[in-house]
């Protein structure tokens, strides 16, 4: 039933419902990414701004194209910093771009201890949730002691010696345990930098502790050809970094982890890359983690290379492109441990999956929780076309390569098929989990369903406990590889026992 076809390299995120339909979690990955290219020479400072001086301010009154240099320190911003063209903002190796303020003034009350007039006024709130009774994700003010998040709990009852509570209404924050030399602080800004200015380079910050909303970045790239590099973005409860509406921006050499939603965004961006970054352990307000964009990258409406990352322990999807994306290359990375798929290319086309390494995705589920192809796989690719799988290494995840027709609807090419896939070279660990299978699922009522022929398994390796084992889907049931072959499937690949 899938033969031959053809394909072509290619992909996408945000602002989008969720119109995912699949998952894939925790293995750890210690493989570092590979270092990006020498850079050239930095130019000059031409401005120099030390912790105290009002950054935006300062920003604000220099001319295009300066290079503002920011010493060692924190920097407390009310307000974005919002650069003009070709600024570059330079930072050292101890340059903070905070944006929680501290708590000073506390009063025991009870077994608690409060905080009052510290909270802004409250807000209308976005994004779904594990916990869709509370919502805590929605809310984005999140408390630190000693830099480290607190867990908050939606209810002044709820609270004990691990959490807080903020009580909008009233304007109070009550905290579970004595706050006395815990350096108690609260993410009050929302935005760390954003800019449509063209040529912006971002290098050698810290970012973090921002309050900015669900799919908004602390740092939000809207001009063409930006640079972000060399920078760690962590701890802000939204997303680390959201290309929006902006071309050929490069984001590279970063870390991007334990961020509360998302480490990076792609929206409606051509010619994006994102390369050599370190982009973990993200979703930590628990945003929906099977089928809503949180995890580590989300692709939307956008073409792009991603290359070289680490993108690993994400709560949620690894590297997700999803609606109308359109030449996106996924090469290269290391995709590990995230709760969902390790790779998922969805109602997109123009795809290529080449030589990522692959493994202990898609077992951290709860909402949506499956082990089916349809619930995910390593790699997905969900009613997608010209989309190429190869020279990958999987291994341990909660299926192996998952390919689904559904029925998604239209987008800009018209309507949403899987087609002219092709999967070809990759190794493909089945040993474990006990479920894992790899192979072709439908769904659905099928206005078009996939023409067999131009879909192509070949040459793949399967590595297998039992080498009778019905690891092999066909549309509704499991074979064994003799009758996976037998059907049409794979003629030169290999099932070895491991």
Sequence with gaps: ????????????????????????????????????????????????????????????????????????????????????????????????????????????????????????????????????????????????????????????????????????????????????????????????????????????????????????????????????????????????????????AHVTGNSITANGQMGLGQYRSQGGRIDNNRIRNNNTAEFWRADWEAGGIKVTRSSSAISNNDVSNNLGVGVWVDIAGDGVAIIDNEIGGNAACGIRYEISRNGRIAGNTVTGNGLGLKRGRGTGLLTGAGITVNTSSDVTIERNTLAGNLNGIGLQARPRGNGPWGEYVLDMVRVEGNLIDLGSPATATTGYVESGALTRPPDMRRIEIQSNRYILEDINASKFNVNGGTVDFKAWQGSGYDSTGEAVPG
């Design 1 to 248: 039933m899938i033969r031959a076809g053809r394909r072509n390299p290619g992909a996408l995120l945000l602002l989008a419902l969720p119109l995912a339909l699949g998952g894939c979690s925790p293995a750890n990955s210690t493989t570092p990414p590979t270092a990006p290219p020498r850079a050239a020479a930095a130019a000059p400072c031409t401005a120099a701004v030390e912790p105290g001086a009002d950054l935006a301010a300062r920003v604000e009154d220099q001319p295009e194209g300066a290079v503002i240099c920011l010493g060692p320190g924190r920097f407390e911003l009310a307000h974005a910093v919002r650069p003009k063209a070709s600024q570059t903002l330079r930072g050292s190796d101890k340059t903070v771009l905070a944006g929680d303020v501290p708590l000073e003034r506390w009063e025991p009350e009870g077994t608690v201890w409060a905080a009052r007039g510290y909270l802004p006024p409250d807000y209308e709130k976005s994004g779904q949730c594990e916990d869709t009774h509370s919502k805590p994700c929605q809310v984005a003010e999140d408390l630190f002691l000693d830099g480290k998040p607190v867990r908050r709990v939606m209810t002044k009852g709820a609270v004990d010696a691990t959490t807080f509570y903020a009580d909008y209404a009233a304007n109070i924050v009550y905290l579970g345990q004595d706050p006395a030399g815990r350096a108690p602080t609260l993410a009050r800004t929302r935005t760390a930098i954003a800019s449509n200015a063209p040529g912006v380079v971002i290098e050698n910050l810290t970012v973090r502790g921002f309050a900015n909303l669900a799919q908004q970045g602390a740092i939000v790239v809207e001009g063409n050809d930006w640079t972000v590099q060399n920078s760690t973005i962590t701890a802000n409860h939204g997303v680390g970094v959201m290309i929006a509406q902006a071309d050929n």
